[in-house]
């Protein structure tokens, strides 16, 4: 073969079980600052040790445990020679609100079980998952754990870790733990691997962990002399003089190839093989290539190392020679080093093409040996690796152990970088976990086929509609960023956050940075929405937000927090009042949901009026004046359905409709009941029939009680009439002219402050008896059909079916008072808590809140919070507005389709969520001494130097929690 590959025929369904498993995302926490992959590429390429002194910020005793007699003699019981390690900036730190865990639970929980639920959340914030959407679907959590002494604990068993995560992403979740010690992680890895390929589970994460919350590793594991003296974890040199204890945590998520494809996640690399075995305990060592004298629950097993390799090999149908690299164990220790390059010389050394050594490297010369975490660590550095196209220089580059400077050509350790660029064939490396629980595994990472190398511009969106669905907005330029958090000082800290990289990636585009907020974050209580025209003025929205700021383009709010949500939302349609000179304009240039609806309602007015909607909204010369009923009705209503239109497309889908007066017909058409065609003939023929009227009323507002100002107008009889109650005190009279102007004198007198309407006829009075049969005659024919969306009658107050409202209702509704306040009570009783007012400029929202406040005094319903909001305004009808009136719905509560609002775009790669951490750290008086050198933690390598002849007795490996039963032997 020219690849060598083994590529044989597959049966039927074999294809599935060897299909490669996507990696689609990583995250990790390791020494020196590492808090994404990223920064252990960058810790890796600029060739840094992280390795520190024993930190001082756990209360441990870091004078006593001291042993300073460096010599290879017996060490002192209690004692350890080092005092150096790998150590988490943060391992003690903890949100526990954000995972919704008790204060008093929190100190409960071990470092490794909260360390794993943040670094798991964060590995799906970066695989764009967002776990509240994995609820109802099958997702594996495996991982890779060590029992520490941590002092007692009430949920101390590394099984439970799993069962944590499992909290993270719902009940129908399978869980394995496993307690292989250093291999713990690539063992998790392989099961998740089997259980993707199983069906057992579409999603898959995938790692391990390890905190040290006492120094008994280092105190264990110095009666062993295993403990590096010169505090350098080394790999296959010379001068190899054992172990360096760290810490880490790394997490990984998978899915099969075909279904990250399928749902736009981008492959980072690819799983190719993977295998697990053990060693032979029971019978003692049997490698050849341990030295005289080691003792057999020591001394590594190269058969099985040997053994587990070829597995792998073999799940991959891969020969040797098809990979290029492996991320080593690299115990440290001679005997361990010599016994690993020996291993990897006979599988992957021998026979290989010239000028194509197996190429050698450890991430643990950089950052120690995390334990359980040490093999994804392995998997991260050799992704990273692919995506950048160079293997990293191993550190401590001295004068190598001599088996492996005597492979040949076969190895070549990594003293310096070397390009890695893809060619003609998959690059490939393996990343090897041994240990001393005698469990072996070998993962082999391919670079990812060439239609994932780049992310996919494909999304989990919402869907739409229709097939190919209109842009919500096109305006160049104009993005919003929708940030969030469970508190108010996550969310500024997750803004600030949000600044810093943005500026830093100027080449991001501002729209993709908004599509992938919106898309790929969970939307948490605490909002904001920072709009703008380019990145300096989405920035400084930004700052505003992280420093509680008020700013022009951020909009902020708490959503409520109760189970109905922000409570039902309804779309309320005013009558006239809302109308300005150029509303629409402007969104019809930047809004193709808007314009084509607009558009459409035009041409649905055509054959009833005798001028042009365009040339009235624009005020165009010759064009009428808005100021006509016959003209300022059929505008609104076409502006008012397009706003609707607009709203709808960008996600929120009302639950109710209403409209006052006149809007009643919007609400109409909105709701179903009438098509277009109907709607824009019962508004331009009834608005031409009052016309009739001009000159002989008008309308003044009365900010008192209809009871209060049905009193009032005994005085005049007929003249006056109640023509809409708008709210507990908001009341409005028609009638004749002079006859309002008494009125108005009278309120002043007493105080209260009555506001004349620019109208200039009386509807909603009795002078619309006189246009009963003209309206009747000029709708005859108009059919009205059921509501697909509910509709709640103004006249009546009551909620209708549809075909109720037919030519009679038109005449009715226009004669008898508006009893919108009745109308709103009856959503209020029904759970609406949400009002949108689509409308040019909102004028009912005053009256909205009172009725709506006062009704759900008496409803309570659980009491979310209200949200009343417009759409646009007046000399302000752009998309800068629009994007005000979604992000002020959003940050309530109202779910927003930014990805349908933004418009299409790329994924980008986000901040992490920003986590409000305190300490839960034990402090030395509150957990136990060691008290010996018994090794009661977990460890790998052997003893410094030489064979060891009198090891202390080693407790029983903890039970294996994995589906496997692994030996529970040691290794070096």
């Not at 304009?585 to 649905?604: G, I, Q």
Request: charged share 20%; proline share 8%.
């Amino acid at each position: 073969m020219s690849e060598s590959e083994n590529t044989g025929p597959t049966g039927p369904g074999e294809a599935a079980a060897d299909e490669p498993l996507a990696i689609v995302a990583m995250s990790c926490r390791y020494p020196g600052g590492i808090c994404s992959p990223e920064d252990l590429w960058q810790v890796v390429t600029d060739e840094r040790d992280v390795i520190s002194d024993f930190p001082d910020d756990r209360g441990w005793d870091l004078d006593s445990p001291n042993d300073n007699d460096n010599d290879a003699g017996p060490a002192v019981p209690g004692k350890t020679y080092v005092n150096r390690g790998g150590f988490l900036e943060h391992a003690a730190g903890f949100d526990a609100a954000f995972f919704d865990i008790s204060p008093h639970e929190a100190p409960a929980m071990s470092p490794q079980q909260r360390l794993l639920l943040e670094v798991s959340r964060e590995v799906l914030e970066r695989a764009a998952l967002d776990p509240t959407t994995l609820r109802s679907g099958r997702t594996g959590v495996f991982v890779g754990a060590d029992p520490h002494e941590d002092g007692p604990r009430f949920r101390d068993a590394p099984g439970l870790a799993g069962r944590l995560l499992a909290l993270l992403t719902g009940g129908d979740t399978t869980c394995v733990t496993a307690d292989t010690s250093a291999s713990g992680s690539l063992v998790a890895l392989h099961h998740a691997a089997q259980a993707l390929r199983r069906g057992a589970c579409s999603l898959a994460l995938a790692g391990g962990v390890s905190a040290m919350a006492t120094p008994a590793d280092s105190v264990a594991f110095s009666g062993l002399r295993a403990p590096a003296p010169g505090s350098r974890r080394t790999a296959f040199l010379a001068v190899a003089d054992g172990t360096m204890w760290s810490e880490g945590v790394g997490m990984i998520a998978l899915e099969r190839l075909s279904d990250a494809r399928r749902n736009g996640h981008p492959a980072l690399a690819v799983i190719r093989g993977s295998a697990i075995n053990s060693d032979d305990f029971g019978g003692g060592s049997t490698t050849p290539h341990a030295a005289p004298g080691s003792a057999p629950n020591t001394a590594p097993d190269g058969d099985a190392q040997v053994a587990v390799i070829r597995q792998a090999l073999a799940d991959a149908r891969l020969t040797p020679d098809a990979v290029d690299a492996v991320e080593t164990h690299g115990p440290g220790t001679r005997l361990g080093d010599l016994t690993e390059a020996r291993s990897l010389t006979a599988v992957y050394g021998r026979n290989r093409p010239p000028g194509r050594p197996l190429l050698v490297g450890s991430v643990q010369t950089n950052i120690g040996h995390t334990l359980a975490a040490a093999g994804v660590a392995g998997v991260i550095k050799t992704v990273m690796a692919l995506r950048h196209g160079v293997l990293p220089r191993s550190l401590h580059d001295e004068e190598p152990n001599l088996p492996v400077d005597g492979a040949g050509d076969g190895l070549r350790l990594l003293t310096a970088p070397l390009p890695w660029p893809a060619g003609e064939r998959p690059r490939r490396a393996g990343v090897s976990g041994f240990g001393p629980s005698g469990t072996h595994a070998h993962v082999l990472v391919e670079e990812a086929p060439a239609a994932d190398a780049t992310p996919a511009p494909a999304w989990n969106a919402q869907p739409e509609p229709d097939p190919e669905p209109l842009p919500v907005l096109s305006a160049p330029g104009m993005s919003a960023w929708p940030v969030s958090g469970r508190s108010a000082a996550a969310l500024a800290a997750q803004a600030g956050r949000l600044r810093e990289f943005a500026l830093a990636r100027p080449e991001l585009d501002a729209t993709d940075v908004g599509r992938s907020l919106a898309t790929t974050r969970t939307s948490f209580a605490h909002r904001a929405v920072v709009t703008g025209a380019d990145r300096e003025e989405l920035a400084a929205g930004l700052a505003a937000v992280a420093t509680g700021q008020p700013a022009a383009g951020v909009v902020t709010g708490v959503t409520a927090a109760t189970t109905d949500g922000p409570g039902r939302v309804t779309f309320v349609f005013p009558g006239q009042g809302s109308q300005w000179l150029g509303m629409g304009r402007e969104l019809r240039e930047t809004s193709p949901v808007f314009a084509a609806r607009l558009a459409r309602c035009a041409e649905a007015l055509g054959p009833y009026v005798d001028w042009s909607l365009d040339d009235v909204l624009a005020g165009a010369e010759g064009a009428p004046a808005l100021e006509r009923a016959d003209v300022v009705q059929p505008a609104l209503w076409a502006v008012m359905v397009s706003l609707a239109a607009v709203w709808q497309a960008a996600g929120v889908t009302p639950d109710a409709v209403i409209g006052h007066s006149q809007g009643e017909i919007a609400a109409a058409c909105v709701a179903g009941v009438l098509s277009l065609d109907h709607g824009a003939r019962v508004v331009a023929l009834r608005a031409r029939a009052v016309r009739a009227l001009t000159g002989r009323g008008g309308m003044l507002s009365v900010p008192e009680p209809a009871a209060r100002v049905r009193e009032r107008l005994a005085a005049w009889d007929d003249r006056l009439s109640v023509a809409a109650v708008n709210g507990p005190a908001a009341t409005v009279v028609s009638g004749d002219p002079d006859a309002l102007e008494d009125l108005a004198a009278v309120c002043e007198t007493d105080g209260v402050r009555a506001r004349l309407i620019p109208v200039d006829h009386a509807s909603h009075s009795p002078q619309v008896a006189d246009l009963r049969d003209e309206i009747l005659r000029t709708l005859e024919g108009i059919r009205p059909g059921e509501a697909r969306i509910p509709i709640v009658s103004a006249m009546t107050g009551q909620m209708l079916a549809g075909p109720e409202m037919d030519p009679a209702y038109w005449y009715a509704s226009l004669r008898a008072p508006v009893e919108f306040d009745r109308a709103l009570r009856t959503l209020v009783a029904g759970g609406h808590r949400t009002f949108i007012e689509t409308s040019p400029h909102p004028v009912l929202v005053s009256a909205i809140g009172d009725t709506v406040r006062d009704g759900v005094a008496a409803h309570p319903r659980g009491t979310p919070a209200v949200l009343i909001t417009g759409t646009l305004r007046r000399d302000d009808g752009g998309p800068a507005r629009l994007l005000a009136s979604f992000a002020d719905a959003y940050v309530q509560g109202v779910t927003v389709n930014w990805a349908a609002v933004l418009g299409p775009g790329r994924r980008v790669d986000l901040p992490t969520y920003a986590f409000q951490r305190r300490r839960y750290g034990l402090t030395a008086g509150d957990r136990p001494t060691t008290s010996s050198g018994t090794a009661t933690g977990t460890a790998t390598g052997t003893a410094p130097g030489q064979p060891l002849d009198a090891p202390p007795e080693l407790p029983a490996s903890p039970a294996d929690t994995s589906t496997h039963g692994h030996s529970p032997s040691a290794t070096g």
